[in-house]
């Protein structure tokens, strides 16, 4: 499935529906959606991202996820009666994050934080070091487990799994995926 240029165009500032359930032990938060997951909504969509991969590869999902054409309904059930959930710090759909401002990952974070506190996962999982940076008045936030939490949720700081992001593989995130999920018990 591919969309045209002016397809994408119209999925600026719309938003995707969070991924969760009763049972949420391990919620996993991206930056804000692109446009092709605008799209699709379905999270971290985009051809090339990491994400789905990164899971399956570190056995927290039985099988493959392909969200590239939308998740399927048994896709999304899979992934909630695992304990698993996805969110963004910034719901409004974006091509690139460097196009967000900085209160709306303010806002957004405080979001965020009545998220976890309404759900209650054990482990919060942010992928994208800056915008937890910024959301949270953490500037020297690093990868792993942070000394702050969200709720009573531990957080943990991944690579961005953006194929545009070369210091991260399929590999290197299921490794940090693992981990977090092992935290979470999930896996």
């Not at 590869?57 to 969200?67: G, K, Q």
């Not at 979001?111 to 209650?120: A, D, H, P, Q, Y």
């Not at 995130?173 to 896996?187: D, M, N, P, S, Y």
């Amino acid at each position: 499935m591919g969309f045209s240029k002016e397809e994408l165009q119209a999925q600026y500032g719309r938003t995707v529906p969070d991924l969760v359930g009763p049972g949420c032990r391990l919620l996993f938060v991206g930056i804000n959606p692109g446009l092709w997951t605008a799209a699709t909504q379905t999270h971290f969509a985009y051809p090339g991202n990491r994400f789905y991969p990164a899971l399956h590869r570190a056995d927290i999902t039985p099988r493959p996820i392909d969200p590239a054409a939308g998740m399927s309904d048994d896709d999304r059930i899979m992934f909630i009666d695992l304990g698993l959930g996805i969110t963004n710090i910034v719901r409004r759909a974006t091509a690139r994050a460097d196009e967000l401002a900085k209160e709306e990952f303010v806002d957004g974070g405080a979001r965020l934080t009545g998220f976890v506190e309404e759900w209650g996962p054990k482990v919060v999982a942010i992928a994208g070091l800056g915008a937890y940076r910024t959301a949270f008045g953490r500037p020297n936030a690093k990868k792993g487990m942070q000394d702050d939490r969200i709720g009573n949720a531990e957080v943990w700081l991944t690579g961005n799994p953006s194929g545009l992001n070369a210091h991260e593989t399929v590999d290197t995130l299921a490794e940090q995926f693992r981990t977090i999920a092992e935290r979470a018990g999930v896996v």
